[in-house]
């Protein structure tokens, strides 16, 4: 319980969804407490019986419920939630990480984290170890810096270590469970 003249702690929380074969799929989350952590303080895998489809130019419809679901299951709930996509896909219009904000009142903040840039997404390259491939990065919510965040991410690879943790668990949990 947070106590006033205490800083409040942050949590941060790397979440992503896989797709399966049938109509159900993987939510994953790794939560830490430093953005620099090399291991997570806590992981969750949730199976999700049933997912919507796809629907062109609305990903979100499909992703968020599974987003939710999985941060529901944490034993603390995070902060600042760093999301597989764009928080914006253009300036006013909001991608997966606004939406993931609008949603949830307890979230101060929300980092997208995309391997492409959509066009005309305000995301900004950010190049992590010896990769000329940038990651695109973007926020909504209170503002944390996030190119430098997720910069100064462990992992000497494109992808920080979380991220890495994270994709893989949605993709093979039995592999990782610990």
């Given at each position: ?24 799929a ?5 939560t ?7 291991s ?19 990903f ?70 010896g ?48």
């Amino acid at each position: 319980m947070w106590v006033a003249g205490e800083p409040k702690k942050v949590v941060i929380a790397c979440v992503d969804v896989h797709y399966g074969e049938g109509d159900g799929a993987i939510a994953a989350a790794v939560t830490f407490d430093r953005w620099d952590a090399a291991s997570p303080v806590e992981r969750c895998v949730l199976p999700i019986a049933h997912v919507e489809p796809y629907e062109p130019g609305a990903f979100y419809k499909r992703e968020l419920p599974c987003i939710v679901a999985v941060l529901d299951r944490l034993a603390a709930y995070p902060t600042v939630v760093v999301v597989d996509g764009h928080a914006w896909l253009e300036p006013g219009r909001p991608g997966l990480g606004a939406r993931l904000l609008d949603t949830q009142e307890r979230i101060r903040t929300v980092v997208g984290v995309a391997k492409t840039r959509f066009h005309g997404a305000p995301a900004v390259a950010v190049l992590r170890g010896g990769s000329a491939v940038p990651l695109w990065v973007d926020e909504a919510g209170e503002p944390v810096d996030a190119p430098r965040r997720i910069a100064e991410m462990h992992g000497p690879f494109r992808l920080p270590t979380m991220l890495k943790l994270v994709d893989r668990l949605g993709r093979s949990p039995e592999e990782i469970a610990s």
